[in-house]
């Protein structure tokens, strides 16, 4: 798989949407999560939150939560917007810190798209670097108008000393 990656720096992010808490056992969230994209579509969940974009990210993202260390085989997934300002009624709100993320874009547009470029990088790209992960969110940022989806994996940069 030939893949587009930079490691970018980025001060903190906010975001507003909507989450939903899904199990990894037997690829659940790999159905789940699909069909909460269309139910937020059919709801007009998508029109109202890119309303609310007015941060760092344009378009729509999906953040994932690993909960494993909290309740077994379990992630939470947002569909949110990066939003400054006071978080509208009926959404959620959660900031990431400040962080250096590689930033890894899809090769096609369609939904599957996501799903090969996730495999790549947790079954060939993280064994074979040395980047470590920094341990907050991961983001799928879907920037819309013919653009590519992006998956940002935050990480620690490693200071080289001589």
């Not at 077994?72 to 990431?96: C, F, K, R």
Request: aromatic share 10%; hydrophobic share 40%.
């Amino acid at each position: 798989m030939n893949v587009n990656h930079n490691v970018i720096e980025q001060q903190s992010l906010t975001f507003v949407g909507i989450k939903r808490t899904f199990s990894c056992v037997d690829g659940e969230n790999l159905r789940e999560i699909p069909k909460m994209w269309q139910d937020a579509l059919a709801d007009g969940i998508e029109e109202r939150l890119n309303g609310f974009n007015n941060g760092a990210i344009p378009g729509l993202v999906g953040i994932c939560i690993d909960q494993r260390e909290l309740q077994d085989n379990q992630m939470e997934y947002w569909i949110a917007t990066s939003h400054a300002g006071e978080v509208p009624e009926g959404l959620v709100s959660i900031e990431l810190p400040a962080s250096h993320w590689v930033v890894f874009e899809a090769e096609e547009l369609e939904p599957e798209a996501i799903q090969r470029l996730w495999h790549y990088i947790m079954t060939e790209w993280f064994p074979s670097t040395s980047y470590q992960h920094a341990g907050i969110p991961e983001l799928e940022v879907y920037r819309g108008h013919g653009a590519p989806p992006q998956v940002w994996i935050p990480v620690v940069v490693q200071k080289v000393r001589f």
